[in-house]
C-alpha cells in the first residue's frame, strides 16, 4: 500500500535578476549611485549596526522593482553584497515579496532572500 505524506502548502516564489546594488556596507559606494527610491529606503527603514544595503531588480514577469534588505542576525549584508552583482538571479516567497511591498518599493529580511547562480 503506497501511503501519501502532506507536507503543507507549496511554496511559490518570485524569481528575477539584479539590475544594479547600492548601500553604505563595507566596499560599497554610498547611495550616490542608488535610484531615488533606494535612497529613500536605505534612510527610511532602521538598519542594524547602520549597514544599508538596496537592489533593483527585474521579475521574470518584466516589472522592476527596488527592495531594502534589512539586515538579521542569521545573515550579513556584506556577505549579501559580496554574493550579489548586476545579472545575479535572486528569488524570493511570494509571501515574503508581497507582505514588505508598497507599488514598486519593499523590503524584506536578508534571510529571505535565495541568490541564485547567473
Known amino acids: 500500500m503506497h501511503k501519501t505524506v502532506q507536507t503543507g502548502p507549496e511554496q511559490i516564489y518570485i524569481s528575477g535578476t539584479v539590475l544594479n546594488e547600492c548601500g553604505t556596507i563595507v566596499d560599497k559606494e ?3 549611485g542608488c535610484s531615488e527610491d533606494a535612497a529613500i529606503l536605505n ?3 532602521p538598519q542594524f549596526g547602520g549597514s544599508k544595503y538596496s537592489i533593483r531588480f ?3 514577469s518584466g516589472m522592476e522593482y527596488t527592495f531594502a534588505i534589512l539586515e538579521s542576525n542569521q545573515h550579513g549584508l556584506e ?3 559580496l554574493a550579489i552583482e548586476p545579472k545575479t538571479r535572486i528569488k524570493m516567497l511570494e509571501h515574503d515579496f ?3 511591498l508598497n507599488g514598486l518599493v519593499g523590503r524584506i529580511y536578508d534571510y529571505e532572500l535565495v541568490v541564485l547562480r547567473y
Open 30 to 32: 554610498s547611495t550616490a
Open 43 to 45: 534612510n527610511e527603514f
Open 58 to 60: 527585474k521579475k521574470d
Open 79 to 81: 556577505a549579501l553584497s
Open 98 to 100: 508581497r507582505s514588505h
